[in-house]
């Protein structure tokens, strides 16, 4: 293992130099962050820069449908505890921008690294880490991600060499047997409250049968294991079952989730589960989600949903009706241009909550609504729907590009 002292090679050192004058530079014409362009051009000038970049790094990486950047960011804070930590809390999720983000982190112990499903495989071929956390999969961009069932072969496979801990959802078939390929996982119990993705059994087809929280095949036997890690209620029990409170400032059963698996994977490096989940608490938002913002004189908080999974989330930690919520939908490149997941997602939970629709898909969404039996207004933009909505605290919930677009708007 190089230790912290080895330099660069010039060739990576060139190459880290590049990447962070063009990050700078797409920075300063207010093109984002420019951690993306920056790792690109980075990896072109060094194609081993992220093995390099890695190598001296306790690293730790998160995949998953739902989750990732959040327990990305508790996992940070959870072993900031045992070291410095550099981790790419913004999101950029693909080799390029974890490359950058890596990059900017030379005096860490500890890279915490959130990995877009589809890379997760060659990413912890390039940073051999030391522990992978792996959250759920669930039905996500139709027309760029595999199907579910394909994207979990592609772990499975991946992994199965992987010297590294597996921290795995117990209560997720997908991730189940696409780590039990791994010859080291510790099983946590976190729940799985979307289900629609793992009806059949993952390894044989058959039929999966769910009595309770438990689930099996009927066909092959493949059963969910038992773990040493659950979620119970508002606190963590660990492997000697002990009880530890979660005391977190993000909201709702999805996050008490994410912290078990995260304390879960701060126990692998040495941090005791009360010291994790006690510095967890520092986390207010994530990349501007569960934010409660001003906005011509309204509170308004801005929740992310992605696909029918995150949205079942979402719709459980709204305040109740008759509170006002704003919908807004795109379908541009980061999306996925595919708005079929709409039809997925049960709009009957907002029965009783005045909503307003926005975004380039509003159309798509109020044909859903109206099927729905909901009542609901289709708004030109923000500043109408704030104008028009009831008053009180407003919900708005977004996916990923209309998301950004809300955050510029209020000034975000």
């Known amino acids: 293992m190089a230790g912290n002292s080895d330099p660069l090679s010039p060739r990576a050192k060139l190459a880290v130099t590049a990447g962070k004058a063009v990050a700078a530079a797409s920075r300063a014409a207010g093109r984002g962050s420019g951690s993306v362009i920056g790792g690109k051009v980075a990896l072109k000038l060094d194609p081993d ?12 990486l998160v995949s998953a449908t739902n989750g990732k950047t959040t327990t990305t960011r508790l996992i940070a804070e959870a072993l900031r505890a045992a070291g410095p930590v550099v981790s790419n809390a913004l999101g950029a999720n693909m080799p390029a921008g974890i490359t950058s983000a890596l990059a900017g982190g030379s005096d860490a112990k500890f890279g915490v690294i959130e990995v877009d499903e589809k ?3 060659g990413v912890a071929r390039d940073t ?34 992987s010297k590294a801990v597996i921290v795995a959802n117990c209560d997720d078939p997908l991730v189940v047997w696409a780590a039990s390929s791994s ?16 009806w059949s059994c993952p390894s044989c087809g058959g039929v999966m049968q769910r009595p309770g929280d438990d689930w099996f095949c009927g066909e092959c036997g493949f059963r969910r294991p038992t773990p040493s890690w659950a979620l119970s209620g508002d606190h963590v029990l660990d492997p000697h079952g002990s009880a530890w409170p979660i005391h977190l400032q993000l909201p709702g059963r999805a996050n008490k989730a994410n912290a078990t698996s995260s304390a879960a994977v701060a126990a692998v490096f040495g941090v005791p589960p009360q010291v994790g989940l006690e510095r967890m608490y520092q986390v207010q938002a994530v990349a501007g989600r ?53 039809w997925d997602v049960d709009y009957t939970r907002l029965t009783g ?28 933009n923000l500043d109408q729907a704030v104008q028009m909505a009831p008053p009180g605290r407003i919900e708005v919930i977004a996916n990923y590009t209309a998301f950004q677009d809300l955050r510029r708007r209020v000034g975000n």
């Open 128 to 161: 051999s880490p030391k522990c992978i956390a792996l959250l759920n999969l669930s039905r996500d961009q139709l027309d760029r991600a595999a199907e579910t069932r394909m994207l979990a072969e592609n772990w499975r496979e991946g992994l199965s060499g």
């Open 119 to 121: 890379y997760l495989a």
């Open 183 to 198: 010859q080291n996982v510790i099983w946590v119990a976190a729940g799985q409250m979307w289900k629609d993705d793992a």
């Open 290 to 342: 569960y934010d409660v913002v001003q906005f011509e004189g309204r509170d308004l908080r801005l929740l992310l949903a992605k696909n029918p999974a995150g949205w079942l989330e979402t719709f459980s930690l709204i305040d109740p009706p008759p509170t006002p919520v704003i919908l807004s939908v795109n379908a541009r490149g980061a999306d996925g241009t595919d708005t079929s997941w709409l």
């Open 353 to 380: 909550h005045p909503i307003f629709v926005l975004g380039d898909r509003k159309l798509d969404l109020a044909v859903r609504l109206e099927v729905a039996n909901q009542h609901f207004q289709v708004c030109d």
């Open 49 to 60: 820069l992220l093995a390099r970049l890695a190598q001296h790094l306790d690293v730790v």
